[in-house]
Nanobody, 123 residues
């Protein structure tokens, strides 16, 4: 079992930055693929970014060039650096882990997920 905990959300003005963290406990995280998803009020949970166990990275078109996903295996953590934030980035952000090391945009292909961290971007 892997337990995931997101942190780093908050309120920021448009154009600002936040760094989200997904910390894993219970098992070494190195071999897991990790994805970030977000859900705005009244909307579906959408793919944001993913990183495979080998470090291959994928982004949603809406965040390319603004968000960066990375992993710090020594700290059992995956980070999501979010720059040039827009009001439409407002959502609760969730990280998910795939035990086979995959990074995928399909939220159903993940085995573990956290409780989320809320991001609000004001205009």
């Amino acid at each position: 079992q892997v337990q995931l905990a997101e942190s780093g959300g908050g309120l920021v003005q448009a154009g600002g930055s936040l760094r989200l963290s997904c910390a894993a406990s219970g098992r070494t995280f190195n071999n897991y693929g990790v994805g970030w998803f977000r859900q705005a009020p009244g909307k579906e949970r959408m793919f944001v970014a993913a990183i495979t166990w080998r470090g291959t990275i994928y982004y949603a078109d809406s965040v390319k060039g603004r968000f960066t996903i990375s992993r710090d295996n020594a700290k059992n953590t995956v980070l999501l650096q979010m720059n040039s934030l827009k009001p439409e980035d407002t959502a609760t952000y969730y990280c998910r882990a795939n035990r086979y090391g995959l990074g995928t945009a399909n939220k159903y292909e993940y085995d573990y997920w956290g409780q989320g961290t809320k991001v609000t971007v004001s205009s």
